[in-house]
């Protein structure tokens, strides 16, 4: 095992005291003149929160922008789908909080598998974007005195949490696109719906523009620019079954990595615990429910393996409140990959409930009766109406049922202090970037993250990138972009012309049991080496049998799915191959060879206290490991422990 | 396990925007009630690919409610038959065995098709690009608490600001207006006083984008919110309405 | 004064436009209702009054023509909204179904306004036909305004018309006292059953008010 630091990993983090560093990195980033600009233009791909506030705010300053989205209106991105809320460290309930108590509650979180640079900033940020937010007209929740009300999340023992009902993600996202929408009236932001970016043009090795696919048309198109900056979100899809979007997908991710970006970490996947179980075959996608049901619900399986009495059969003795008897401090609110997998634990165990007893019951009898079905109702309402839709039970009489779902990706394309990758001039933010939520981000800290990354980072460092680097003008007309392209259109014409028999869905979906049967909750060296071998087999298998109908000068979706499915069965074996590599248990990252007594994570910091980094080689070879190590001098590197 | 079901699907085929369209009639079979309809439209699609037929294309994304591209006019209603319901979270047990549904885009000139079920609805983007926001640049803004909200106003801003755009009040207004997509935006702004400074010029100039896109009149019918899978309130167009007679009177132009 | 112009033609403008003629129309017809009762109280009263009316020189003209502008900006605007609604979707619907609980009738009063608008229009054109211009019966210029009444609502078929362009009137303003209030502004969870009452109550008194003069005379008064 190569545990060096690779020159190519230049996290380029300051130094000095974690809590002056942002400060320091900032007087120290060159700045661009007010009327140099306008001369400026930048590309965004993906209008969720990072994309969404980084393309307003760039344009905001000054720079022309061009934002793409695959949706039809960037407002659709999939962070609308967030539910629970977005972390700050107001201190609002007097409840002794502080920057430094997130930031040490986000380290532990992770599993101390993230930069504690980047996580000081992460803290730092979180109170402006709170306030920002405000300014643009979210409708946060409030107390009757007409303060911000806050609640408490996973992970944590303050209410730090604003949210909007249930509806926190859709809020903020409504506010950074009205932003967008902003900049676009102004006339120096352009958002083009409905492309979906398929390859980054590297001109002298700096990122110098895209190729997207007009998914109406069906026409590539070519965009050139000064810095490119991808906030292409997640690829929990890979999974098939997750609470992503259908669309979401890792493509651009991918395509960013054959041209040189390093892919970090992608091993580490997050399993959400309170999810509506599986209910069938024809599935299409897993619905989440906030975390914040776990304030008042109580999570418990029979006492009796196989016990099959109705819920409210089963007296108080006969029930195992398993995560209030393991974890007696944080009960229920334990972080969600400790929760995730006590559940499957129980599962396994035979103590499930339900048809096939792969689900946990999560219970407000208790809080109902302490509080009343009225309070209940106003608090989660929105959540009780959306499991009664789909499982047609109603969660006000029996407990609801839930089991863990793939739901957030730690993992992505690796990036330094500066959110650049390691392609210069190409910029990652949010979810698909790697860096702030280590092995396992907590509930509440995603939107944290996206936005931070977007309002408050992006436009200082990108800033800097042009005031510092000579860019010559490069034009569509460049060789490169010619190349790229005919790249691009000879792959979708592969595609269209396998013709075989196998939908794009029927490999999606066997793609996504494999990776949740090996690669799920939890890994071992033997089902890992075994699986990389049937991915090969049936990507091997993908391009030789898979029907792509239409043609590629329409709107094709079969044709677009097959693109993002093809992509994911190659990522797929990265993914497989990083958690190989990594022997140890961290965070969202559980190896049965490495556990403790009680079945909890064992990490080995002694052989993988670091980021791994992935860079592709070429299509026939491994992809060559490097490495960042990790540093904890402001938050004691312990085993972490919710007991 | 619940019994299958067997239906029968008439289901609007138009290959681009130019061509003129069709009804075309599909059965699909061992239909769980448990599956949403879109995956019941998933079922059908597999089963076109495998006979060599091109799939029906139509717009969806999150599955869970709440991104708003998913659509379609299921037996004359916008999002189907249940209330407070998108299409993606309406489960096949609303539908009984053997039955028929006609399956149509959101028909209205602002809202051209683009293929089969899939429509444009870029003028809703059009229409928050003249005012549906609040003018602050980012590092502009006071502690989140400096100003004060009531309560009441913020719940009724939140409730106005739950709109997913996804079009069904355009759909089942029989004027093809978008007056409860443009009230709900204009009134949570106008509730909450950050929105205040703009309050004259967004509700102008949103509604003059909104009539040049060629949407209907408001005729009160209150079909929009019927159909709204979110429940906006037609309370919300008074205020529009009362935002607009206020902009008139005080507004400069 | 190019503001009034925009603001009236957007389409909230329209909207206003509809609601306050609308709604001065209804005031106009409390009055006409209020009046015309007087035929229950007797000839001499009724007559009195329609004298009373007729011989304001000045004022009566004036009214004549704020009604008939109120009227005619009514009309034309909800014919062009009517045909910029339609415009607003050039392919219809193979099928449609509300998603409106279900009312008492068939059909929402607010789904046939234009429909019940066409009705109290030709009713209307009748009526002036009849009692303003005379042309069907010249013979009851003569009589005194309360035997004309009776004269000219007594005939069966004309009573059967008159009754039904009641009940479309009455139908007509069911939704558009509410519709009013509601583009007006006037909408408050507090007040809106209120508004909802006053218009089912001034519609039905404007439908039975209305339809009760030709079945009285028709009933009471036939030769």
Redesign the interface.
Same mark, same amino acid.
């Given at each position: 095992m190569m545990t060096a630091a690779s020159p190519l990993l230049n996290g380029r983090c300051p130094t000095g005291p974690v809590a002056d560093r942002w400060q320091k990195c900032k007087d120290e980033l060159k700045l661009v003149s007010p009327n140099n600009k306008r001369k400026f233009e930048i590309i965004v791909v993906g209008t969720g929160l990072a994309g969404a506030s980084a393309a307003a705010s760039l344009s905001e300053l000054g720079y022309n922008v061009k934002a793409f989205c695959f949706q039809d209106s960037p407002r659709r991105a999939h962070s609308i789908a967030a539910q629970g809320g977005i972390n700050a460290a107001k201190n609002y309930q007097n409840d002794n909080d502080s920057v430094n108590r997130l930031f040490a509650d986000t380290i532990k979180g992770g599993d101390f598998r993230s930069r504690e640079s980047n996580v000081h900033r992460l803290a730092e940020l979180s109170v402006n974007i709170i306030d920002q937010c405000v300014a643009q007209g979210v409708p946060f929740a409030r107390e009757y005195g007409g303060l911000l009300s806050n609640r408490t999340f996973g992970g944590s023992l303050v209410s730090r949490t604003f949210y909007a009902r249930g509806q926190t993600g859709q809020q903020l996202l409504l506010g950074a696109y009205s932003a967008l929408m902003r900049q676009q009236h102004v006339g120096r932001l352009k958002v083009f719906p409905r492309r979906e970016m398929l390859d980054v043009v590297v001109i002298d090795g700096v990122a110098r523009g895209i190729v997207v696919r007009n998914l109406v048309t069906g026409q590539l198109e070519t965009y050139a620019a000064d810095a490119v900056l991808m906030c292409t979100g997640g690829y929990g899809t890979l999974y098939y079954l997750s609470t992503l979007a259908k669309g979401s997908n890792v493509t651009a991710a991918w395509r960013a990595y054959k041209r040189g970006a390093l892919f970090a970490n992608p091993c580490y996947t997050q399993i959400h615990p309170t999810c509506i179980p599986v209910h069938g075959e024809y599935q299409s996608k897993l619905t989440l429910m906030s975390e914040s049901l776990r304030n008042d619900g109580r999570v418990w399986v029979p006492q009796k393996a196989g016990d099959t009495r109705s819920p409210d059969q089963i007296p108080d003795a006969d029930r195992d409140y398993y995560l209030e008897r393991r974890y007696p401090t944080y009960g229920n609110m334990v972080a969600r990959d400790v929760a995730s997998r006590a559940a499957k634990e129980r599962c396994d165990a035979g103590f499930g409930v339900g048809a096939g007893g792969q689900s946990v019951y999560l219970d407000f009898s208790e809080a109902i009766r302490r509080d009343g079905e009225a309070a209940i109702r106003a608090r989660y309402g929105n959540l009780f109406d959306m499991y009664q839709k789909i499982t047609d039970e109603n969660p006000y009489k029996n407990p609801m049922r839930i089991y863990p779902a793939v739901h957030y990706t730690m993992g992505g394309l690796w990036v330094d202090y500066h959110l650049q990758s390691t392609i210069p001039g190409l910029f990652v933010l949010g979810e698909a970037n790697f860096s702030d939520h280590g092995a396992n981000r907590l509930g509440a800290s995603a939107l944290m993250q996206g936005l931070a990354d977007g309002y408050f980072i992006a436009p200082y460092t990108v800033s800097n990138h042009l005031a510092t680097r000579k860019l010559e003008k490069v034009t569509t007309d460049h060789p490169e972009f010619e190349r790229c392209l005919a790249e691009t259109r000879s792959r979708t014409y592969k595609l269209l012309n396998i013709n075989g028999k196998r939908t794009v869905d029927s490999f999606h979906r066997e793609l996504g049991k494999l990776m949740w049967d090996y690669c799920g909750m939890s890994r071992s060296d033997k089902g890992l080496r075994s699986v990389i071998q049937k991915i090969r087999g049936l990507r091997e298998e993908f391009w030789r049998n898979v029907r792509v109908p239409g043609s590629g000068n329409e709107l094709n979706q079969n044709l677009e799915q097959a693109g993002r499915v093809a992509d994911f069965l190659e990522f797929g074996e990265l993914l497989a191959l990083d958690a190989l590599t990594r022997a140890e248990s961290c965070g969202g990252h559980f190896r049965e060879e490495s556990q403790t007594k009680d079945n909890d994570t064992l990490r080995d910091d002694a052989n993988f206290c670091h980021v791994a980094a992935w860079q592709y080689t070429a299509d026939d070879r491994d992809p060559v490991r490097h490495i960042e190590p990790l540093e904890f001098n402001d938050v004691p590197l312990i085993q972490r422990s919710y007991k | 396990m619940s019994p299958t079901m067997s239906l029968t699907l008439?289901v609007?085929r138009q290959a681009n925007p130019t061509s003129a369209g069709e009804?075309r009639t599909y059965k699909v079979h061992s239909i769980s009630p448990d599956q949403s309809f879109l995956e019941m439209l998933d079922v059908l699609n597999e089963q076109l690919i495998i006979n060599g037929e091109e799939p029906v294309a139509f717009d969806h994304d999150c599955r869970e409610g709440i991104c708003g591209m998913c659509s379609l006019?299921i037996?004359?209603?916008?999002h189907g038959?249940e209330?407070k319901t998108t299409t993606c979270q309406l489960h096949m047990r609303k539908f009984k065995d053997g039955d028929t549904i006609?399956i149509?885009p959101w028909?209205?000139?602002?809202f051209p098709v683009l293929r089969d079920l899939v429509v444009d609805r870029s003028a809703f983007d059009r229409i928050m690009t003249k005012g549906g926001y609040v003018t602050v640049n980012t590092g502009n803004a006071p502690d989140g608490n400096a100003i004060l909200i009531p309560k009441e106003n913020a719940d009724k801003a939140f409730e106005a600001a739950t709109c997913i755009g996804c079009g069904a009040c355009v759909a089942?207004c029989?004027?093809?207006?978008a007056?409860l997509f443009v009230s709900a935006k204009v009134s949570q702004l106008a509730l909450l006083p950050q929105g205040q400074p703009e309050r004259t010029q967004r509700v102008q100039g949103m509604?003059?984008q909104?009539?040049s896109e060629?949407?209907?009149?408001?005729?009160?019918?209150?079909?929009c919110e019927?159909?709204c899978p979110v429940g906006i309130s037609?309370?919300n167009?008074?205020?529009?309405?009362?935002e607009?007679?206020r902009a008139?009177v005080v507004?400069l132009? | 004064m190019s503001?009034v112009i925009?603001?009236f033609s957007?389409?909230? %403008?329209?909207?206003?436009v509809m609601a306050i003629t609308g709604l001065a129309l209804c005031g106009f017809l409390a009055a006409h209702l209020g009046g015309n009762l007087l035929l229950y109280v007797g000839a001499e009263q009724y007559n009195h009054y329609a004298e009373a009316l007729h011989s304001q020189k000045l004022l009566l003209p004036i009214a004549e023509v704020g009604l008939l502008l109120l009227f005619v900006m009514h009309l034309v605007t909800a014919v062009r909204?009517t045909l910029?609604?339609?415009?607003?979707?050039?392919?219809?619907?193979?099928?449609?179904?509300?998603?409106?609980?279900p009312g008492p009738f068939l059909k929402?009063a607010?789904?046939v306004?234009y429909g019940t608008g066409i009705v109290v229009l030709l009713f209307l054109l009748l009526h002036l036909s009849d009692f303003k211009f005379e042309l069907r019966n010249p013979a009851v210029e003569s009589e005194t305004p309360f035997a004309k009444a009776q004269i000219l609502l007594r005939d069966p078929l004309t009573a059967i018309v008159y009754i039904i362009g009641s009940f479309a009137l009455g139908y007509h303003v069911l939704?558009g006292v509410?519709?009013a209030f509601?583009?007006? %502004?006037?909408?408050h969870?507090k007040y809106n059953s209120g508004v909802k009452t006053l218009s089912t109550l001034f519609a039905l008194v404007v439908a039975l008010g209305f339809s009760s003069f030709p079945l009285w005379a028709w009933a009471f008064h036939s030769k």
């Open positions: - | 008439k609007w009804f006019m037996n004359g209603q916008a038959p209330r006609v149509e028909r209205a000139k602002p089942a029989k004027n093809a207006s007056m509604v003059a909104m009539d060629g949407f209907g009149g408001c005729t009160n019918t209150n079909e019927a159909a037609v309370e167009i008074a205020r529009l309405n009362r607009y007679i008139t507004g132009t | 503001w925009k603001a957007s389409s909230i %403008g329209k909207k206003l909204t910029e609604n339609r415009a607003a979707r050039p392919i219809g619907y193979e099928m449609r179904q509300s998603k409106l609980p929402p607010s789904s306004m939704h509410q519709s509601q583009t007006l %502004g006037f909408n969870p």
